[in-house]
């Protein structure tokens, strides 16, 4: 099953998905342009692989709700999430909050 929920941020809307799998959930809120996600987010990837989309990305481990990826601290983030001050530590609304005051290219979802 797959939920949405929107949630407002200083007066900003982000969204917020779930996607019950068997024995695991993941968990996402996006902002316009960076995201934060649950442990299944592979930072490595994003910051070796990936490098050239400059990806703005933060990983919370642990969380188990929607909220609870709010108000956990970041695990790891992506390098591009650390060019605009986000760092491991940061709690996920922190981070989203720094997105959204971000003035340029938004993130643009894109496929492998």
Same mark, same amino acid.
């Given at each position: ?27 996402? @809120?996006?902002?316009?342009? $960076?995201?934060?996600?649950?442990? +299944? %987010?592979?930072?490595? &990837? ?37 060019? @605009?001050?986000?760092?491991? $530590?940061?709690?996920?609304?922190? +981070? %989203?909050?720094?997105? &959204? ?12």
């Amino acid at each position: 099953m797959i939920h949405v929920q929107p949630f407002t941020i200083d007066g900003r809307l982000v969204q917020g998905i779930s996607v019950s799998l068997p024995k695991t959930t993941l968990l996402i @809120i996006t902002g316009a342009s $960076g995201y934060i996600m649950c442990g +299944a %987010l592979d930072v490595g &990837l994003l910051n070796d692989k990936l490098a050239d989309r400059d990806v703005r990305a933060g990983k919370a481990v642990g969380v188990r709700t929607l909220e609870d990826l709010l108000h956990a601290p970041l695990a790891e983030v992506t390098v591009g999430a650390e060019k @605009i001050g986000v760092h491991p $530590g940061m709690s996920g609304i922190d +981070a %989203l909050k720094k997105w &959204l005051d971000v003035k340029n290219k938004p993130l643009i979802p894109m496929g492998f």
